[in-house]
């Protein structure tokens, strides 16, 4: 069964650190984008990073750039968002998901979330 799992999100006060996990499972990662995306409470999603397969090129929102990090794992079929400097505004549900391409087409499967909440 085609599966991805987020872990890692929690509340952290402005400044701090978290680290996000996607592991993925049913299918090799190694052949596929991953997007990391967020949405805010009252907001709609936001393309936050992703990582291509082919040569692991990143991208990242302007608003993360500097503070995130994506990263994979391919030997344990995961992907990683390092978070850093994090502000309130970083706070929301965050959600990683499998792309063909990180440039182009659409996500086709999704994982459940995880919650991350900036706040003192």
């Known amino acids: 069964q085609l599966q991805l799992v987020e872990s890692g999100g929690g509340l952290v006060q402005p400044g701090g650190s978290l680290r996000l996990s996607c592991a993925a499972s049913?299918?090799?990662?190694?052949?596929?984008?991953i997007g990391w995306f967020r949405q805010a409470p009252g907001k709609g999603r936001e393309a936050v990073s992703c990582i291509s397969s082919s040569d692991g090129s990143t991208y990242y929102a302007d608003s993360v750039k500097g503070r995130f990090t994506i990263s994979r794992d391919n030997a344990k079929n995961t992907v990683y968002l390092q978070m850093n400097s994090l502000k309130p505004e970083d706070t929301g549900v965050y959600y990683c998901?499998?792309?063909?391409?990180?440039?182009?087409?659409?996500?086709?499967?999704w994982g459940q979330g995880t919650q991350v909440t900036v706040s003192s």
């Open positions: 998901a499998r792309r063909s391409s990180c440039r182009i087409g659409g996500s086709d499967y």
């Open positions: 049913g299918f090799t990662l190694d052949y596929y984008a």
